[in-house]
């Protein structure tokens, strides 16, 4: 089974905690603070494998979670910071973050690899808040949490050549005739429902990668059929095979074939016409093939002058070689990789992030007697903070006084012996400025 699409779940490992601790040798009067900092959190990482060639393997495994690192020591020591986990993934791959539907990267070669979960630092040990007023510390932190998103992977497959064209037009037959695929062949449309890949040896020591795409129908640039799950591979095909059906089965006009099928291209993203595209006229076995031949030659001549008619029969393989002799030479000229601008959908993605000021910033809401504080900045430093300790209640309430949040809970009516809850702590409010 062919799988082109996953949505999976990553979590980078959250940092190591610091530690509180001293120096206790028998001969080391006053020892002072020897609390090491935590270990960094292991980064999850995607890396391309050119090994692979479908996301089947996260039907399988959806959450990937990297381990955290380990905590500080005594004697100063670091903790040890955690292994990076690898996800390996195919070429070809889009990796997109499903909230804000932000393009993470775009991978399309060997080795290549992004960051999409990063560790979380580790915290610090007392010996990092020793000062000359207090040279024994009873503070530390803990580790900071890692980044965890769900993450989209949409795989769009890494072919040379791309045969296109409407349902049963004998796209299937051509790749197994030049091709040692054994794609599904079938006399009823939509019988190749996911991508098939072969390799072309074309003599002389050149071959490339063809690919036999699912038949387009009409309004598929707007997701009718198959739609974008057919659309999205034909953008990393360096050159087009639009494969129609000479004969006119099924009473269809081999013209009109070709003018509906680029029409969906173009819909889809305009960028793809750009690409070299062969006509495979095929079915000539046919009787009637030979004068809709004659007849669409003039057609496409006054449209598409520069668009090449290569007459082929998949099943007697007459003029199979020299077109793919063409798609070689065709190939020779372009480059390597090739730099597609995403589609009008992704494009258009907003990414939406909080600004700075924002979060400097905190919100005061009265609940019955209560007052609940909400910072994203006082609730990250209470996350790090380890609250169990005179010295680091005394450290978050000089931040909340140096904020303003103190000034604003008196203006909104808070005294003394009022609670006051921020995340999931609560405290009574000291109306005392020696307290601090």
Known sequence: MFVDKAKIYVKGGDGGDGLVSFRR?????????????????????????????????????????????????????????????????????????????????????????VVVARGGRGGRGNIRFATPKNP???????????????????????????????????????????SGANPKIGAYHFTTITPNLGVVD?????????????????????GIGLGHEFLRHVERTRVIIHVIDMAGSEGRDPYEDFVKINDELRQYNAKLMERPQIVAANKMDMPESADNLDNFKQQLAASHPEIEIMPISSLTRQGVKELLYKAADLLD????????????????????????????????????????????????????????????IMKLARTLRHMGVDDELRKRGAKDGTIVRIADFEFEFVESSSYY
């Open 333 to 392: 000229q372009m480059p390597e990789e090739l730099h597609v601008e995403e589609v009008a959908e992704v494009s258009e993605r907003k990414v939406y992030k909080l600004d700075k000021e924002e979060e400097e910033g905190f919100k005061i809401v009265r609940e019955n007697e209560m007052f609940i504080v909400e910072s994203p900045k006082i609730e990250r430093m209470m996350k790090r903070m380890q609250l169990n300790s005179h010295e680091a």
């Open 136 to 178: 024994a510390p009873e503070l530390a932190e803990n580790g900071e949490e890692g980044e965890e998103r769900y993450i989209v992977l949409e795989m769009k497959v890494m072919a040379d050549v791309g045969l296109v064209g409407f349902p049963s037009v004998g796209k299937s037959t051509l790749l197994s005739v030049v």
């Open 202 to 222: 074309v003599g002389e020591g050149r071959s490339f990668v063809m690919a036999d795409l699912p038949g387009l129908i009409e309004g598929a640039s707007e």
């Open 25 to 113: 040798e028998k001969y080391v009067p006053e020892g002072g603070p020897a609390g090491g900092d935590g270990g960094k959190g292991g980064s999850v990482i995607f890396r391309v494998d050119e090994g692979l060639r479908t996301l089947m393997d996260f039907r399988y495994q959806r959450h990937f979670k990297a381990k955290r690192g380990e905590k500080g020591r005594n004697k100063s020591q670091h903790g040890a910071n955690a292994e990076d986990m690898i996800v390996r993934i195919p070429p070809g791959t889009v990796v997109t973050d499903e909230d804000s539907g932000e393009v993470l990267a775009d991978l399309t070669r060997h080795g290549q690899q």
